[in-house]
């Protein structure tokens, strides 16, 4: 029984093509116009954002055309000016700052300890998971009163309470960012011998850098919000104290404009902080290796 042999299939045409010329390809890289500049500018788009927030502001109180209830954005500036040059609002504002970067500082350098414990050992996990579940929601204000019995109508019962707020928001967010470190990552550190420090440092911080950076600003927030809280209940105290003491006396002497003020220097604060120093961290870190967009 003879085979049909498939016929073989027709040959391709073949075919030249001419290389096009430079110019008719198009722009393959052109200067961005002025607007997609400003568009694609992150401080430019916050900047407006801002202005907008700061209008409907203006609009709203005028509106409502109540000084006592809203200040105007203009009034509120004018007092910010005033309190600065003639009042105390600077050197209120300085006081906080020394507290709160003394109760932050501790309060990171607390939460490193641990999160390092229980990353090397099992009883300093169990340690942490077990202080953070009974800590960390707790109100850190709820403390004051025993802080006040403990060190007295003094500093050291703020500094208390802002470590509190500080620590437990660090510790969990570093520990649940070393917890998501592939164990790819963690057995090439260990190949290479590295233990203890070493280890921490070389493989967990900068894989979980990310989680880190976001648990330092969660703390920023948080020492932020207890240090005024605090501040109101300790100035009314003591007769003294920073930026919550002086929103205190302002509001006691119906002086909203100047609340106002004060509030709007810890808001001024916080962006100047973000842009400077967290944005700063970032872009030269997770976003420098591609680990964050």
Known sequence: M????????????????????????????RDLSWRERLTQNALFRRIVILLVLAAAWQIYATWLDNELMMPKLSTTL??????????????????????????YAIGVAAAGIL??????????????????????????????PLALLWFGLGLPSIVFV???????????????????????????????????????????VPAALPAIVSGLKIGWAFAWRTLIAAELVFGASSRSGGLGWFIFENRVA???PYVFAGLLTVI???LAIESLVFRTLEIHTVRKWGMQR
């Open 78 to 103: 004018v007092a910010l000016w005033d309190a600065l040059t003639n009042g105390t609002l600077l050197e209120r504002t300085l006081l906080s700052l020394q507290v709160l970067v003394t109760g």
């Open 268 to 270: 001024l604060i916080g």
């Open 115 to 144: 999160v390092s414990l229980s990353a090397t050992t099992q009883i300093g996990n169990d340690l942490l998971s077990t202080l953070t579940a009974m800590f960390n929601p707790l109100p850190a204000i709820a403390l004051l």
């Open 162 to 204: 802002i470590v509190h707020s500080v620590l437990w928001a660090v510790a969990l967010n570093t520990h649940s960012g070393f917890q998501s470190v592939s164990e790819t990552m963690r057995m090439a550190g260990q190949t290479f011998g590295l233990r203890g420090v070493r280890y921490i440092f070389g493989i967990l």
């Open 2 to 29: 003879s085979h049909t042999l498939a016929a073989d299939p027709p040959p391709r045409p073949e075919y030249e093509r001419t290389p096009l010329a430079v110019d008719s390809i198009g722009e393959i890289v």
């Open 254 to 256: 119906l002086e909203t």
